[in-house]
């Protein structure tokens, strides 16, 4: 039996992205409170806040409103939003803008009188967005990552990961977490008052994806194992145009949309301009779900690039041109050998944020006592379609709200213990793949479950693809329960990460397939081939999934229209 | 792949913690970065190799490695434009090695405290950001300073961090020069006073190691200078000591 070392806490936090360093934050605002952050990666390093490169929406203008961010959210997100949720965000994202400024230090670019800077992003009816040049996620976790640093109250962990939540055995209340350390593999029991998933989603499981590397929707699926109410898992957005570089991990990388509205052109291998099929009106500037469709219709048809992309050409603008208006954009072709200055790039859409996740309410709690969730954990804020901008909104305001919520209610909750059964049957099945002699190998299935995932369960899907898909994934989670490890080294031991990460994403694609097979309609980023129309009258609902007796039970559960309803268009705010 | 390929040598480390270098041959192709390459060794070679990296796009600054004794981002070098017949890998220095091309950052954040580097409001919680022009002749002097993604690059090629185990290193000064120069920031003198002294800015022999591995193009040199002037003669002004 492995060395297992224990520690306790009021507060144990899962993730070192914009939700967790600021949850941290705020509920170590509240003296006398011992904070646990456990982060997979490095502390604010880690984590798709960090690659936030367009920016944050908040109402600061004056002729901007909060009804407005509302109503382009819950357009946004075709109307399945939690509203109250809603509200939260755009209510609380410009007092976060002025917190990150005038407590972390954080600064955003500014008009020539200078008031902060907003610039438009698609989706929106006036320009809100809050940035930092457009590398404004640095800015924000680099500030971050350091306010929290000097607090001492907060007890980092980096690169732990969690690979069970844990119950006690009495009332089933979360009391903590098993976490691997990665450094050392071995494993650390936090026993904690108040429990937060913050691990920031990451739907990692396609051939194509934008997120961190480390991501591989731990949160959601740990929740789900647990027994928490989840929803909206089929809602998964797709990036129109991320760089292809074949055999490379920069495959993937955002290239931004800024592009397409400078006057990028898209072409397929006959050098057709293919949006004048899918939309002749607004061409290459339609928006993120539309020009996904279009270009892996394209692909798809066999009008696609060697590395199966379509081409982005904005070199008629000269050299010079794109040079000065992307100069990063520039930079990060010529870092992978190619030149959007001079010529053609291959793009791909690519799996970029799921919207669903685990269920909360409007002080983050999940349907399970103890256990909180916010940023791209949680579901609801998103609806059927995150705006760009509403990402990172998201991420830090929830976080936030999760922290003082926390420190608030840990007060006179008893300290539960850990049911010991639990702690061992985690640590048995995150050692499965160093124990097998032989097994299978985990490169091996990863590439099947992203190949599987893109073909039938992506951008464009039907009955009879995500049906085979699920049979599909029956079969890739028994071999993924088989995979062997190298042992040899068991500090820093990537491979075994690997292991952990596949189980977590056929766990979780599982989820996506069956929920994308239940609506049998298309809304936001959710498109059916054979159900091609939104259908307001039997599908402005959610989608809720939890674990049951006989498996996963899906179900639909009506919208929370609290503020407005779109079929009547009535207002009641 | 075109059938081409390179030898890249690997510092490893043995069980019982030494450190020997390995040879492996990889594939080549026209946009393999030190991180495929490193990747493939991986899936292909060797499943111990240890390395670090997360948003694989220069951004989370986790996955610096020197390449034939050069600090670089593993994920934004490209294996073909390394010159030389091999391309030796390995860790950073001033930094304990976990495993292979891990590294601790203990140590580089460590030296970032000494500066206190976390910002203290001057205005307490204003409600409005402030007003400041992008103009301003500081944020002007902050602008050239400001994107460091904290990767530990320069921390690693700087001779002086090895030598002087006080000294705070590029990355902290030049944070420091941001923050002091920040109107915003009410930490005010107190922030000179650990970057004052033999162990401080003065200890920087500006010799540019630090600036010429920046790989986001910074110039940690140029703010120490700066810090040099302005605990020398107190006063600033327009972003310049005076
Ligand atoms: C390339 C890119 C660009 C984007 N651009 C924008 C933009 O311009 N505007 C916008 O609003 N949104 C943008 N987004 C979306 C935005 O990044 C996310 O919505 C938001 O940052 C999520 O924040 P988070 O705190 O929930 O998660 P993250 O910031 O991703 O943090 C998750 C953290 O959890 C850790 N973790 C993961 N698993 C575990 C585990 N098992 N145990 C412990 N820790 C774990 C990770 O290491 C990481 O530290 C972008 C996303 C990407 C990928
Ligand atoms: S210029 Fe100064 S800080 Fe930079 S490497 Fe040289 S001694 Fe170090
Ligand atoms: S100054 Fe440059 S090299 Fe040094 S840590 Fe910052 S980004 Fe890295
Ligand atoms: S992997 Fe993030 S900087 Fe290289």
């Known amino acids: 039996m492995r060395a297992v070392e224990t520690l306790s806490a009021d507060i144990l936090i899962l993730g070192g992205g914009g939700a967790g360093t600021l949850a941290a934050l705020h509920a170590s605002n509240r003296p006398g409170l011992k904070v646990v952050v456990a982060v997979k990666g490095l502390l604010g390093k880690s984590g798709c806040t960090r690659m936030v490169q367009g920016g944050y929406n908040a109402v600061l203008h004056p002729d901007d409103s909060i009804e407005r961010h509302f109503l382009d959210t819950l357009r946004g997100g075709a109307f399945i939003n939690d509203q109250e949720l809603v509200w939260i965000l755009v209510n609380r994202a410009p007092q976060m803008v002025a917190e990150l400024e005038n407590r972390y230090g954080c600064f955003f670019d500014r008009n020539p009188d200078g008031t902060i800077h907003q610039k438009p992003f698609g989706g929106q009816t006036f320009d809100r967005t809050v940035h930092r040049g457009d590398l404004t996620g640095i800015e924000i976790m680099e500030r971050l990552r350091t306010a929290l640093l000097a607090r001492d109250s907060v007890l980092v962990l980096e690169e732990h990961r969690a690979v069970g939540l844990l119950r006690d055995r009495g009332q089933g209340r979360v009391c903590g977490a098993v976490l691997l350390n990665i450094r050392r593999g071995t494993f650390t029991v936090v026993q904690a008052r108040a429990t937060l998933l913050a691990t920031g989603g990451g739907p990692t499981m396609y051939r194509m994806a934008t997120p961190s590397r480390e991501k591989s929707l731990d949160g959601i699926v740990l929740a789900y194992q647990a027994g928490a109410l989840l929803m909206d898992m089929e809602m998964v957005q797709f990036h129109p145009t991320a760089l292809v570089v074949p055999g490379s991990e920069l495959n993937g990388a955002v290239l931004e949309e800024g592009l397409r509205g400078a006057g990028a052109h898209l072409l397929n291998s006959l050098g057709e301009r293919f949006m004048a099929r899918y939309d002749p009106d607004r061409m290459e500037r339609s928006t993120r779900d539309i020009v996904s469709r279009a270009c892996y219709l394209e692909i798809t048809a066999g009008r696609g690039t060697p590395g199966g992309g379509v081409w982005l050409d904005i070199s008629h603008l000269g050299r010079a041109t794109v040079e000065a208006l992307f100069p990063g954009m520039v930079e990060r072709t010529r870092a992978a050998g190619f030149d959007l200055a001079t010529g053609p790039v291959e793009v791909c859409p690519a799996a970029h944020f799921i919207m669903g996740g685990v269920v909360i309410d409007e002080s983050c709690h999940t349907t399970i006592p103890g256990l909180y969730a916010a940023g791209e954990d949680a579901a609801g804020v998103q609806g059927a379609n995150r705006l760009g901008g509403n990402g990172v909104a998201e991420s830090t305001v929830f976080g936030a709200l999760a922290g003082d919520v926390m420190a608030e209610e840990v007060v006179g909750t008893p300290r539960l213990e850990p049911d010991p059964h639990e702690v061992e049957a985690h640590i048995e099945a995150a050692t499965g793949p160093l124990r097998r002699d032989a097994g299978e190998d985990v490169y091996g299935l990863l590439d099947r479950l992203r190949e599987l995932m893109w073909a039938k369960v992506g951008v464009v899907r039907n009955r009879s693809g995500l049906e085979a898909a699920l049979a599909e994934l029956a079969e890739l989670k028994e071999r993924a329960a088989r995979v062997k490890t190298q042992k040899a080294a068991p500090a820093f031991n990537l491979e075994w990460q690997q292991a952990l990460n596949l189980r977590s994403l056929v766990a979780a694609s599982e989820l996506v397939a069956a929920s994308a097979l239940y609506r049998t309609e298309s809304r936001g980023a959710h498109y059916r081939e054979d159900f091609p129309d939104q259908d307001d009258e039997n599908w402005l609902c959610n989608v809720t999934a939890v674990r049951a007796e006989g498996g996963l039970r899906l179900e639909k559960r009506p919208a929370r229209l609290s503020r407005i309803n779109p079929l009547v268009g009535e207002r009641r705010q | ?242």
């Open chain 2, 1 to 242: 792949m075109n059938g081409r390929g390179r030898t890249v040598r690997v510092a490893r480390t043995a069980p019982d913690g030494r450190r020997y270098y390995e040879d492996f041959r990889v594939p080549l192709g026209p946009q393999t970065t030190i991180l495929d390459a490193l990747l493939y060794i991986h899936r292909h070679l060797d499943r111990t190799l240890a390395f670090r990296y997360a948003c694989r796009q220069a951004m989370c600054g986790t996955c610096g490695v020197r390449v034939n004794g050069v600090e670089r981002l593993a994920c934004y070098t490209l294996l073909g434009a390394v010159p030389g017949r091999v391309v030796t890998v390995e860790p950073l220095r001033h930094l304990p090695v976990i495993r292979d091309l891990v590294v601790d950052f203990g140590p580089f954040f460590r030296a970032w405290a000494a500066i206190r580097p976390a910002f203290v409001p001057a205005d307490n919680d204003g409600a409005e950001p402030a007003r400041i022009r992008p103009d301003d002749p500081d944020r002007r002097v902050i602008d050239r300073h400001r994107e460091c993604i904290s990767c530990g690059l320069c921390y690693s090629a700087c001779d002086v961090v090895g030598t002087r185990p006080g000294f705070p290193g590029p990355a902290a000064l030049n944070h420091a020069l941001c923050l002091v120069l920040d109107r915003r920031d009410g930490a005010g003198p107190d922030r000179l006073k650990p970057i004052d002294g033999p162990e401080g800015c003065w200890a920087c022999h500006g010799l540019l190691a630090c600036s010429n591995v920046c790989p986001k193009g910074l110039d940690p040199t140029g703010a120490i200078e700066d810090l040099k002037r302005l605990v020398a003669f107190g006063r600033r002004r327009n972003g310049v000591a005076v």
